[in-house]
Structure formats: C-alpha cells, structure tokens
C-alpha cells in the first residue's frame, strides 16, 4: 500500500484548504483511513478518521465544526476539508491507512510522505 498526500500550502488565519491523499490496490475499501499532524517539536496527534465501510467519521476535538474528513472510494482518495484555519492548525499533515478505527497513530499500518499546511495569522 502506497499513500501519496497533496494539498498543502500557505493560507491565511481563517482560510481553506484541502488535503487529498490517494492510496493504491483499493485502499480504502480495505483500511480505516486517518490524518494526523504533526508541528515542529511536537508529537503526532490525531486529526480525523473515516471507517472504511460505513463512513463513519471522527475528529479531534481541536478541529471538530471546522474540519471535514470524506473519500471517493472510486478514486481511492480521502480528503480533508479544512475551513477557518488557525495559526495552531500550522503542521505537517499525514494521511494514514489502518485495520481499524483509531485515534492512535500505532494502530495504523501504512503512511503517506505528509504535507505542510501553514497557517500566518
């Protein structure tokens, strides 16, 4: 499995962007599919993550109202939606693919190259 991000760049404080990240061999049909993020000098922390069958989604409390997690299974591409960004939302951005759903990084099997997201206020 192989998971390629893309989408990030320079906003400004309460702006949008949005995160894809495209898998191989059917991807999200398999797995749970999850973002992270991750800032300099700070540990992984949970994003976002929807089921792969139901769709059922979940967020981080940090980010919940503002983000928006969603895929197109016939394109193997998840997304994240992210609308009134902060200068707190500035990190780099993993999408990740899992047996199951999971607010924890180690219970994801496979990660993408991440992307930067900056946030200038």
């Known amino acids: 499995v192989q998971l390629q991000a893309s989408g990030g760049g320079l906003v400004q404080a309460g702006g949008s962007l949005r995160l894809s990240c495209t898998g191989t061999d059917r991807t999200l049909s398999i797995y749970t599919m999850g973002w992270f993020r991750q800032a300099p000098g700070k540990e992984r922390e949970f994003v976002a993550a929807?089921?792969?069958?139901?769709?059922?989604?979940f967020y981080a409390d940090s980010v919940k109202g503002r983000f928006t997690i969603s895929k197109d299974d016939r394109q193997n591409t998840v997304f994240l939606q992210m609308n009134s960004l902060k200068p707190e939302d500035t990190s780099v951005y993993h999408c990740?693919?899992?047996?199951?759903?999971?607010?924890?990084?180690?219970?994801?099997?496979?990660w993408g190259q991440g992307t930067l997201v900056t946030v200038s206020s």
């Open positions: 990740a693919a899992g047996p199951r759903s999971s607010l924890y990084s180690p219970d994801y099997s496979y």
């Open positions: 929807i089921t792969r069958t139901t769709g059922t989604t």
